[in-house]
């Protein structure tokens, strides 16, 4: 029967993800292991002749899951069946030294998690600046802000981005910290006491600890766990899986929030280049890109949820019953998180906006989120401050009823604030009020360039990924 | 009617906990930020007077919940009527000024988590010391390691208690960088532009960043956020329901250990002073507390549930749909965690084990557990080692075959192995094999040391927290 | 220090759901247990004098907390102090004769549980009945439907109301189907075999059996369990908890279609009477019960969540993990449909429409909505079938382009389409084909219909819940 | 680069939930629509000739992947290659008429949610089977029950399986109830409003209705919702997935308990035939299956999860929020719900138990649970209540102390009985009331009765899914 794949893989995920986990990519990494920990007993003295390493290095990259396959079928037993084929690509027979199954495979998941995580970080640095460009160019679009889904108060498109952005950045910072802290488990036996490293270098525990360090240091990774079982402490994995679902937070926010707004047609979140809408709908630019972002969200909640339940449930020094679940959830998560981030790329670059329709909200919104200021202004030319609020609230009252049933087909609130009398105010200067949108907006530009300020350090930190342009997401 | 009590806070939690949380302990905080504010107003050249903010902070402590319920009766605002109240008691009317609703209420509930988070800290900390001491205190009993539940290799208690210490020890330090980095929202006003603060100060944007800073030192809490809508995002809330969650990850892992070591009658969670078995089943002591701080890990993951639902649901600036949730879920995830460490703590203080029983438990496994050793033994004395591999299988499977069924009461391999001139060991040489104990656990004892130096370094930072005593529990 | 009350209870749950699981709302039903047990005794030919059971049953109301709990202060005993007071009351020892703990506590959580299911089915037949009238009101109405949150057809606001109404239909005949098989436990004794009972009467099994059935029967749930351990099997929880996620998912649905309304200003959730929007702000009526609405349902999924984790985590006959979870998921769970309910019954009566803004978007929208009818009757004309889909799309297009780019103000292309003789389509023409908006939402009207039928059948079913109104919300 | 596999379908689920899923299963399930649709036309008076629906019955199976994707690749529309490929193999083109595209996808995914639940139905019966025999099987094994993971009170095996098996029937006739009252979206057109079929029967709302109808009848399921939007109410999804986790909960209980149990050696869940343990570890049979069980349990819970986030989350008449999240959790539920009944079966097919050590067990602990009884006894021959109790309760103290600590290695408390006066039984005497073992376990035996008689009425109604086996697992 034909191979059922795996959807979030196949559909969404990058090419680079799927080498992190695909089966070649955890032979490499395993190989990655292997060398490293070859290199550290040499180091500390374990008789390895000079060219043994260097013959493991030339054939890391020679994968055949063919042959390894075949192996298997005679050896029944896959960690040997990749043993032998390193060794024999190699002509040598000196990797897996004192080390045991798991030593093997908790740490090659986690060189897994860690290379994905850092994979993640480059995207989320591409999605901060991406948002630190559009907050920059859209910093002067005033638009209608809106709490509990309704206008509130001016605001620009630029800050309402960065807004979101700041989510992302805090997110993102966060995911610095797990990637910059996360420990590996290291070569530490059956049951964690590290008995048969330590048979291998006649009990100096010294030793034992020094390879650790120079393990850890090869493979790249900061620090390495001192107490351990079988494997390491499950909620390590809930750990990075929560940091991911954090992480996706600020994007499905925006997502939602370009829903909405496309729903009143200020925005959408475009088209492919050559795209068309449907002719018999011209209208009709589904949001599907942002429905697919707040999709991955929920699906990264599941897998966190599956993670979540193998925390805090070993027993003595560690079983299996995690087994199927990380196989599961722990690449899925990634698959997901990857996705996401190539579909919001993909949505910041295409999105557009229609000034004309935010206009005409802002037309029709601004004269009551303005009325604060009208009083004041009506108070400064004479009016009592009770008769000034009195008068507004009548009319403002008076014109969301005519406009909610009909009489009006747009916002007269200014006519009829110029024609009463007890404020003494023209047209002119009403007008002139609700023109000075700029001071409305407040901080707005400012938190724009604050914003930036923290994008371009990450860009600093990793230039090549803040390049980064997604692939064409279906 | 009765009034319903919430069953975490009031049968679980500490009373600092409870104070955090409580109406009185809101209003505490709400003084503190008001009282902040106006610090930083006058610092930054507001004209208030000198006497006007030591005559709240007199009166800060002074909670009457009856008189402000009265005040709301008439004004019909919950915000509005704590303003009254609090500027009546100063005889002052200088709080609150430029400050939207949300400028309060966002502030103060990041206050409590803020609290919340520290008084967590501190009885995690305890915690640790604790399972330090008990490390220590269990570092040469030998026990036999079990993975998937069945014995595995020798280990000591102690090393499965720094285990256990070591996966709380990560969390720990996660949650001090959760606290390190934890951001408020900030007096951003009602979409998050500062509007009003700017309008108090003419437009001086200056000084707006300023009074941030300020106030955030005033609070003693690190950081405030740049751009943000009515509410913070709300993903801060479930990074930090996920650092409790993976806090109480360790110890349930231990209490899950425990109830199963109970089973076997190696170890119990112990009695309170006074209270005896029942006496028609003596030997029933159940792991209730355990069991409780496993309930307790669940319950974290169904508050860590809802507030998902919460992170990445932000519509525009900001809507309420999160107040009944949160209002729930972050006092109730804290009761949660502490009561977790209310009841582990106390686990820890009255835990017991059982020598006897271990001892026997030894004796069961150890000869199967050493057997390779034993062929190396034999291939030194001159036995081949395929023919003493041979031997010592057919002789342990024979032994485990005659256990099972009822053939021998008890392990005798090495009456087997003794009695086989194919290896040609004799009784006391197998016994000395076994009484090598302390070496088959390899490096159990330096890993309880460095554990134990990492819980000192915890020990050292917060001296009062380390000495923590529980309250008794029910 | 003051005591913390529960916040689901006190601010959103009904009287009536409070009683149940309140203290003394649990001592009675303590009582109707003992009671049941008692008559079932008495059949079975125990010998129980006349006047006993009416001895118990005319004190059974009498509950005094006060009491229990001095006594409790005595006996160190929860279940023995309720014993003694009950016992004392009614004069007579009779009660709790043969059970154990578990025997009572399970069973009476259960009948809680039960009993909450009952009420919470009144509210959704309630809910339900008020929505087909809704739907009947509105059948006229007629509306754009979205999809994408973007305009795709013409449907009405009956409709409408009447497909979140089906979505209510299938989750309350799922917790109909709960309710009719939901099991007790039953009086099994400590470890399920029923021990106890058994020796009472003399190892007469059938007479157990008999036991359990009049039990039941007394107690009005239609069954109980055959083979249990200590407790029944927590996934049955889970079975509850999911009905209530189920039950609130077409309310929320409802509450976020609402809201988005809201935003378009096309509906609003309306004011409590009396109640007046801010006069800075007249069209700011925020939906505020309905982010309750939806926030109740992410509340319901946190305990979903809770008690998922103790379905499939039995060990052997039962421990107590699930005891401080249950303690809070089970009320609360039920706290919050209830509250969910009370506030989705408020929104339906109080909900609004602007009549004169759905038509503005009608007419915004029904051209491009149209063009397909409008090509048909331009071929039925004479126009060649490829000529006017290219004309109809030309004209489209640039209109939409014209309103989005502020060059027109509305939409104007039946215009465009009258000028154009390509159709040859006067203008009277094209308002006539769009005057024909009933026939445009096909059988919207007969699936009210419909759904008004089903709701009747439920109305019929449960008269008394279907007038029920809620209370005074928040 | 390699494709990705679906880790959950290739690993652990069987070929025929496969083929439901896969791209060629979901194709024939599309056929099948169509034809259901075509001959309900047909019925109904459309002209389609009679031999129309032979010659698409005709190639039903005839499936070419790749020539769908060739077709893909020109028109650019998936569903619409579907269509060209199927008509031009039948040589006629009938089909989707009238049809919308969700018309087609909801209701096939509908589909394969239906048959999957069938299948899913047919392996919980072949489980409930296989419970029913091994109870029947172990029904006179007497072993000592546990609470709190700690002895309680004799029972048996047979009941004990009994006792899970009564959790999977529970939710068994859960799923049962799912499957006879799962509703398909219907024939609905892009809103819902079943416009395209009403302009298809002119009109006729009689016909469109007959039209529904007659399609569930061809399909096979029992009804069809009536207002619906763009899709069906994703809350069904959750009702579905819940099902499936209510199902897996007393297999992951059982699995559980029997890790437990091999932790004591009490029983096994034994090996492939074949198989051999370690040599160097003779006793270590892994419950490797068992675990595997339990973490498809929490696979569920995850995917639960996920679709609970989309249930109550429908904007308008419908979004696509929903797609990518429900193409994941649909089939991999149902791929985990499948892989865990494969495990399961396979466990009851192989578990061992080893009766000399429960006997062990029994020994151990049986004199204290049958205290109360003894004191009975020693009652009837003459001992004062009080002194009896008196004298045991020191004896059982003691000896519990003193087996804790080593004094004596077995159970000795009947000689210590035997020798007080006080009591006046001999050792016989005591001996004999231990022996009435099957006395203790009380409705052990009739509790297996009645469950295996619930699980012959499964086996009636499925006889054939009843005999499945499984297949051989990893």
Redesign the interface.
Same mark, same amino acid.
């Not at 029967?1 to 969404?12: K, P, S």
């Not at 036996?189 to 008995?195: C, D, E, R």
């Not at 002719?279 to 599907?288: E, G, I, T, V």
């Not at 560690?318 to 199927?324: A, L």
């Given at each position: 029967?034909? %191979? +059922?794949?795996?959807?979030?893989? %196949?559909?969404?995920a990058s090419?680079k993800m799927?080498?992190i986990?695909?089966?070649?990519g955890r032979i490499l990494l395993e190989r990655d292991l292997w060398i490293a920990v070859l290199k550290a007993q040499k180091d500390l003295g374990l008789p390895i002749d000079d060219d043994v390493i260097p013959a493991y290095e030339k054939v890391r990259d020679t994968v055949n899951?063919q042959s390894i396959k075949d192996r298997e079928k005679i050896t029944r037993h896959d960690v040997k069946s990749r043993i032998e084929e390193f060794c024999e690509l190699a002509g040598k027979e000196h990797i897996h030294k004192g080390m045991t199954s798991r030593d093997l495979t908790e740490n090659v998941e986690q060189l897994q998690v860690y290379k994905a995580l850092e994979l993640t970080r480059s995207k989320a640095v591409a999605a901060l600046v991406k948002l630190a460009e559009k907050a920059d160019f859209y910093r002067h679009r005033i638009i209608t802000?809106?709490?509990?889904?309704?206008?509130?108060?001016?605001?620009t498109l630029g800050?309402?981005i960065?807004?979101?952005?700041?989510?992302l950045l805090?997110?993102l910072?966060?995911l610095d910290?797990v990637i910059a802290?996360y420990?590996v488990r290291g070569i530490k036996?059956?049951?964690?006491?590290?008995?048969d490293q330590?048979t291998l270098f006649n009990?100096d525990?010294g030793k034992?600890?020094l390879l650790e360090e120079k393990i850890v240091g090869h493979l790249g990774i900061g620090r390495s766990?001192?107490?351990?079982?079988?494997v390491y402490?499950?909620?390590?994995d809930?750990?990075v899986v929560?940091a991911l679902? =954090?992480l996706?937070?600020?994007?499905?926010?925006f997502a939602?929030?370009l829903? +909405?707004m496309?729903?009143?047609?200020t925005a959408s979140e475009g088209f492919a280049k050559g795209q068309v809408?449907s002719?018999?709908?011209?209208?009709?630019?589904?949001?599907?890109s942002c429905?697919?972002v707040?999709?991955?969200?929920? +699906?990264l909640?599941?897998?966190?949820?599956?993670v979540?339940?193998?925390?805090? &449930? =070993?027993?003595?020094?560690? &079983?299996?019953?995690?087994?199927?679940?990380r196989?599961?959830?722990l690449?899925?998560s990634f698959y997901a998180i990857d996705?996401m981030f190539e579909t919001f790329l993909t949505v910041l670059n295409q999105m557009t906006i229609?000034?004309?329709?935010i206009?005409?909200e802002n037309t029709h919104?601004f004269p009551?989120?303005s009325?604060?200021t009208i009083m004041m202004e009506a108070v400064k030319k004479g009016a009592g401050r009770e008769t000034a609020?009195e008068a507004?609230?009548e009319h403002?009252?008076a014109?969301?009823h005519d406009?909610?049933?009909?009489?009006i &087909?747009s916002n007269d609130l200014l006519d009829r604030l110029a024609a009463d009398d007890r404020l003494g105010l023209t047209m002119d200067e009403l007008k002139q009020i609700l023109s000075r949108g700029e001071?409305?907006?407040?901080?707005?530009s400012? =938190?724009?360039d604050?914003?930036m300020a923290?994008a371009e350090k990450w860009k600093t930190a990793y230039p090549e990924a803040a390049g980064y342009d997604p692939g064409n997401i279906l």
């Open positions: 029967m034909e %191979q +059922i794949e795996n959807v979030l893989a %196949q559909r969404y090419e799927k080498e986990w695909s089966p070649r899951l802000a809106r709490t509990h889904n309704v206008a509130a108060q001016p605001t800050k309402r960065a807004m979101f952005g700041q989510e805090l997110a910072e966060n910290r802290n420990p036996g059956a049951v964690g006491t590290q008995l330590l009990g525990s034992v600890k766990l001192n107490a351990v079982g079988q402490p499950r909620s390590l809930h750990h929560s679902y =954090q996706s937070s600020g994007p499905s926010s939602k929030t829903r +909405i496309a729903g009143n047609e809408g002719s018999a709908m011209p209208h009709k630019m589904n949001s599907r429905e697919r707040n999709g991955f969200h929920l +699906i909640n599941g897998y966190l949820n599956m979540a339940g193998l925390a805090g &449930d =070993q027993w003595n020094e560690g &079983d299996v019953s995690c087994s199927v679940v196989r599961v959830a690449p899925d996705g229609f000034p004309a329709v206009e005409r919104y009551f989120l009325s604060t609020h507004i609230k403002a009252v014109t969301v406009l909610r049933n009909g009489v &087909d001071e409305l907006v407040g901080a707005a400012a =938190q724009v604050a914003f923290e």
